[in-house]
């Protein structure tokens, strides 16, 4: 299968994984550099404090701080001097440019001075003089350089020797490298004689950054073949009982209604496949159903007709010796004739009634003129075995119904009754009203249904086949339960064999 829902699901869930490792991914590597640089310049600004505080208690230090603006010993006359407050040129310097002092020597106290420094801030350390615009830090320059420092960094120190702690990454583009720069004010009997500054490059950092977004990015990998995996025992999980469920059905399709899908699930699926199953299960009622209307329809035509066909080749080769056998032939014919034309009617009327699309034609009426005109029409019938009908029905029993089909469910009813009620004893129809609606009950003193018949008697061809009821053709109570079910009444029965039977048909809803 070309677009199979395996693939696509297996698919989907890898594309989602993926997208959402990368936004995670992306959003992680974001606030882990802007953390980790965060924690960086907190972490140098407080190696800046430390250090700071430290300055005054280190000799060498506070001489440097003091120290006049004098040129590193061995300097000749002939290398360029930059004095505090003054540019070349002997011209007053007012914050135009810094005079930066290195010191290299390796047997000098100063430069030991700013290793050790350097060691302590694990960065570089200059040191700024508040009153002489002079930082010293360790290099290796021979001279004295004046320095035009950028504006953001002169901005820093001016705030830091107003006693504010600063950070920044100003000084980058005259370290010639991206660096963060943590400042502290030099404290000395309650006065700011200098400041400290502790550069840091970014590429310690940097690399630090790369480290952990190279063990992210390994832990995304491992992370997505360990959820590919997952992904794909979900589109297994979603896909196989849908595969199930598709053989079911093909195997419904080529007629094996015996197949079931075998899912047991407590979710969605699992109820469409209980479904699907329940469907296969009618499906093979319905079959089995019917074939025995079949077979049962084949056997009721089968009689009529071979009776028929007998008494007309016994009337086509002349074979009755007297008139008063001919004419008991051709009564027989007219009889069996008869009997194709109640089934034919009785199979037709039935057929109509289930069909979806057969409507009945509905009107506002009372039932109980309904069911006054079929004791009317059958009392008839009922006094050639003298048998009396007794009924209390009285009005009214209003409901939307058709007229025609009711009169046919109590004519039904009723001549059940008459065939299988002896002679000379009554049928008794009762009316009851409730709140819940009403009730008819049509009850008989005839020879009963037995109870393993009685759960069968609306089905067709399930009707008593005993000699008082050779005529039927067993499809009138299941058109009177089609009558019922169209209205939405229930129509049902108790029966004692030997007793009689009580037909019951009762309204749903009280009117």
Request: aromatic share 6%.
């Amino acid at each position: 299968m070309k677009h199979s829902l395996f693939k696509k699901l297996l698919f989907y869930f890898s594309a989602v994984l993926l997208i959402f490792s990368l936004l995670m991914g992306s959003v992680f590597s974001f606030l882990f550099v802007r953390h980790s640089q965060d924690v960086h310049q907190e972490e140098m600004q407080k190696r800046a404090i430390a250090l700071a505080a430290a300055i005054p208690a280190m000799e060498e230090a506070a001489q440097l701080l003091q120290e006049e603006d004098n040129p590193p010993a061995g300097q000749t006359n002939g290398q360029k001097i930059c004095r505090p407050g003054m540019r070349r040129g002997h011209h007053r310097m007012m914050n135009q440019g810094w005079c930066r002092r290195q010191y290299h020597d390796p047997d000098s106290r100063q430069t030991t001075f700013f290793n050790q420094l350097n060691e302590l801030g694990d960065g570089e350390v200059w040191l700024v003089s508040a009153d002489s615009h002079m930082i010293r830090s360790y290099g290796t320059q021979n001279e004295d350089i004046l320095t035009d420092l950028p504006p953001a960094a002169e901005e820093l120190i001016a705030a830091v020797l107003q006693g504010k702690n600063s950070r920044s990454q100003a000084f980058s583009p005259l370290l010639e490298t991206p660096s963060i720069t943590a400042a502290a004010p030099i404290y000395q009997d309650g006065r700011i004689t200098g400041a400290i500054l502790l550069h840091h490059s970014l590429k310690n950092m940097e690399d630090n950054q790369r480290q952990g977004i190279r063990i992210l990015v390994i832990s995304l990998l491992l992370a997505l073949v360990l959820t590919a995996g997952l992904a794909w025992i979900l589109a297994r999980h979603f896909s196989q009982p849908l595969l199930k469920m598709q053989q079911t059905a093909r195997a419904f399709a080529q007629g094996d209604l015996t197949a079931r899908t075998g899912i047991a699930q407590q979710d969605e699926i699992g109820q469409l496949a209980a479904n699907l199953d329940a469907l296969g299960a009618e499906l093979e009622h319905s079959r089995t159903e019917r074939q025995d209307f079949l077979a049962a329809i084949s056997h009721e035509l089968r009689t009529p007709l071979t009776i028929l066909r007998g008494t007309l080749e016994l009337l086509w080769h002349d074979l009755t010796s007297t008139p008063e056998q001919k004419k008991n032939c051709q009564q027989q014919a007219m009889s069996s004739l008869s009997t194709l034309e109640r089934l034919v009617g009785d199979l037709l009327e039935l057929t109509r009634l289930q069909n979806p699309g057969f409507v009945l034609q509905m009107e506002k009426l009372d039932a109980a003129e309904v069911f006054q005109d079929a004791i009317r029409q059958m009392q008839i019938i009922a006094e050639r075995k003298q048998i009396e009908i007794e009924s209390n029905i009285h009005p009214p029993l209003l409901m939307q119904g058709d007229y025609g089909r009711l009169r046919q469910l109590l004519i039904i009813l009723l001549d059940n009754a008459i065939k299988f009620s002896p002679e000379n004893s009554p049928i008794i129809i009762r009316q009851q009203v409730n709140q819940q609606g009403w009730q008819l009950t049509v009850e008989d003193h005839g020879c009963g249904i037995s109870p393993a018949e009685l759960p069968h008697i609306f089905n067709r061809f399930r009707s008593n086949r005993e000699a008082s009821n050779q005529q039927g053709t067993g499809l009138g109570l299941a058109i009177a339960q089609e009558i019922a079910q169209r209205h939405g009444l229930q129509l049902t029965c108790e029966s004692q064999l030997d007793k009689g039977s009580k037909f019951t048909i009762s309204s749903r809803t009280s009117e």
